[in-house]
């Protein structure tokens, strides 16, 4: 067996193991590999966490126009792959990704850096 042959067995028993939504998606955590920053929250169905996990780039599935969209194809502002792992429940992923440019449409760095919120600090 291959090293790529392998990797798709492999994805195949990923892909066995993921509790998507009713709707067949999976959130995706986007995070900075090196700095640990929370980029991004984005969503995968079976066939984007494929591509995401044997392509090297993140590919999404776009709930809003229903079709995968590649970040960084339009913009320029791609995701390299480092990392992936499954929470506790295989319900949700995290990807440590090199990000080039920013993650967020609005042109910010991060999503979370938009609307930041002065919750009560706990102690």
Known sequence: MTDDTARVTDVAAILDRVT???????PAIIQQWDSKEVLMLGYMNAEALRRTLTEGRVTF???SRQEFWRK???SGHAQFVKGAALDCDADT??????QIGVACHTGARR?????????????
Do not use: A, I
């Open 72 to 74: 960084g194809d339009t």
């Open 93 to 98: 992923l995290l990807v440590e990704v090199d």
């Open 61 to 63: 599935w776009s709930r």
């Open 20 to 26: 998507f939504d009713d709707k067949g998606l999976l």
């Open 111 to 123: 999503c979370f850096d938009v609307d930041p919120l002065q919750p009560v600090v706990g102690s």
